[in-house]
């Protein structure tokens, strides 16, 4: 895989809403790919975490999704804006805990409440915005450059 | 008995009486630590790379959560077995999977008493 001079590398994944069956291959593409520029291994874990955390929402509450990974020589960034019923209360949802999950998604190992806590905790910034009857959008970024880490 | 900080694949699974649903060529894999949960989002949360995974959740999400936090191997409790999606991921990912009669406390009491510690047993390094 190789990385264009000015964005990086730029690519795009398309998650179905209720694919409870494919759920989870998103991130684990993305590692893939991680794994195969050579990212530090640290910072694969993190990321993929957050990818898989955030894949699994938008498949359990959302119709469809698109995450987008960038990765530049400075940072690794992924977007996820989904089409869906988006969140009425963002500091509800980020607490620990909370959780409309149904039973079905809690059988599949998710729904516990701490999804959004936990891709906030490991990536180095994090932002989440959401318009309720629409959908919802995440900004996940790693810092590659070492001093910049947090 | 000298208590054992670290024990091999091929031990765990005849302390548990395991059957080997894949892997059988890394038994010699060595362990140091392991964590047991039916959630994945405690996993992914909690675990650390190396765990050994042990759980009762059978579906793939179980193999794909082991990959995404580079578990050592899983250890699936009450004689479950995961579907052929997650075998085929876990045979591509080289990640042993394990199938012990044992109930979740029973088998974590087990490898306890072994020595072995848990996740939280291990200096952090944040
Ligand atoms: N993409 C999304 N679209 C709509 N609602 C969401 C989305 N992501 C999260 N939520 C809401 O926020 C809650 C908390 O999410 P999270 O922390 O991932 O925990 P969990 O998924 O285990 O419930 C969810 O139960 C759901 O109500
Ligand atoms: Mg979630």
Same mark, same amino acid.
């Given at each position: ?150 | ?36 949960? *039916?959630? +994945?989002?405690?996993? %992914? /949360?909690? !675990? #650390?790379?190396?765990? @050994? &995974?042990? =759980? ?26 995961? *579907?052929? +999606?997650?075998?085929? %991921? /876990?045979? !591509? #990912?080289?990640?042993? @999977? &394990?199938? =012990? ?26």
């Amino acid at each position: 895989m190789k990385m264009s001079e000015e964005n990086g590398l730029l690519q795009r994944f398309e998650i179905t809403g209720g694919d409870f069956g494919n759920a989870g291959k998103t991130s684990t593409s993305i590692k893939e790919i991680l794994q195969e520029i050579g990212i530090d291994s640290s910072i694969i874990i993190r990321a993929s975490i957050a990818a898989y955390e955030a894949e699994m929402n938008v498949v359990m509450y959302a119709r469809r999704g698109v995450l987008t990974l960038n990765i530049t020589p400075e940072k690794l960034h992924l977007k996820l804006e989904d089409e869906g019923p988006g969140i009425e209360n963002l500091d509800m949802a980020m607490q620990e805990g909370f959780s409309t999950a149904t039973d079905e998604m809690r059988e599949m190992g998710f729904g516990a409440g701490m999804g959004l806590p936990n891709i906030k905790r490991n990536a180095d910034k994090f932002d989440i915005s959401s318009i309720p009857g629409k959908g919802t959008s995440l900004g996940i970024t790693f810092c590659l450059n070492q001093t910049e880490k947090k | 008995m000298p208590k054992k900080t670290k024990m091999t694949l091929k031990e765990i699974k005849e302390l548990l009486q395991a059957e080997v649903i894949t892997g059988e060529d890394c038994l010699d894999r060595e362990i140091r630590f392991a964590g047991g949960s *039916d959630l +994945m989002s405690d996993v %992914l /949360a909690f !675990g #650390k790379p190396g765990i @050994l &995974l042990l =759980t009762g959740l059978s579906n793939s999400q179980s193999v794909r959560t082991a990959n995404i936090i580079d578990a050592k191997a899983i250890v699936y409790v009450r004689g479950k077995k995961p *579907d052929k +999606m997650g075998i085929e %991921l /876990a045979r !591509g #990912k080289g990640i042993p @999977l &394990l199938s =012990t009669k044992f109930m979740m406390y029973t088998t974590c009491g087990l490898l306890f008493s072994q020595g072995l510690p848990g996740v939280n047993g291990l200096p952090h390094k944040e």
